[in-house]
């Protein structure tokens, strides 16, 4: 269902009007560069829509991957790199599915506003495929709406957007109970987020993968 709701928007909505394609990356993922966290290494962004911040990292050094399940989107992604002459490689697959056709590990895999889109039985197995691109010692981000959030009527941890999508909103309690078996979390703090329209409260959780 997803799969068909996003093709759908990324057919019938131009780029501007799609709520979270926004070219310039958040100042919190820009922040991981300037402030020395990240050096050029290899990255991966799983849920990366239209590629603008694959395309971001790619332009500062890094060997930047960005993986999406919309074909339309990763055709958009494709289009943007080539327009900007930058290298870098788009994949179409389903991030809860078969990611085996990705060979590489990666110093640094990250989803900026992905978990919401995933549930809760499903966050297990989506934190498996994340390990299994992650080399040990490798960090990983993860920014997703916050339960504390105003967003679509402010209430519940399932709620509808305007597009026709069901979202989950999470705590940062829950996020460290998904997190902390696999993963030594450095970060984990609520945040507010700059969206293309309104500012929004989100989770923001920085983990390093455990050795061995």
Same mark, same amino acid.
């Not at 911040?53 to 960005?66: E, L, P, S």
């Given at each position: ?35 020395? #966290? ?52 788009? #994949? #179409? ?49 993860? #920014? ?69």
């Amino acid at each position: 269902m997803i799969k068909d709701q996003m093709e759908k928007i990324y057919r019938e909505m131009s780029p501007d009007e799609i709520p979270w394609n926004i070219e310039t990356p958040p100042e919190i993922l820009q922040a991981l560069i300037t402030n020395n #966290v990240l050096g050029p290494c290899k990255v991966i962004e799983l849920g990366c829509g239209a590629g603008n911040y694959v395309i971001y990292f790619a332009k500062n050094g890094f060997d930047a991957i960005g993986v999406d399940i919309s074909e339309n989107a990763i055709n958009m992604a494709r289009k943007s790199a080539l327009r900007a002459g930058i290298q870098c490689a788009f #994949v #179409v697959a389903d991030v809860l599915g078969d990611i085996s056709e990705i060979h590489d590990e990666f110093d640094f895999v990250y989803d900026w506003e992905l978990l919401h889109h995933i549930f809760p039985d499903d966050r297990v197995r989506y934190i498996e495929n994340v390990c299994r691109l992650l080399k040990p010692g490798g960090h990983y981000l993860s #920014v997703s709406f916050s339960e504390k959030s105003k967003q679509f009527g402010g209430i519940g941890k399932y709620r509808k957007t305007p597009l026709g999508t069901v979202l989950y909103f999470s705590g940062e309690p829950e996020l460290e109970r998904l997190l902390k078996n696999r993963f030594v979390v450095e970060e984990l703090k609520t945040v507010d987020i700059k969206g293309k329209h309104a500012i929004h409260t989100a989770v923001y959780a920085l983990c390093r993968k455990k050795n061995g």
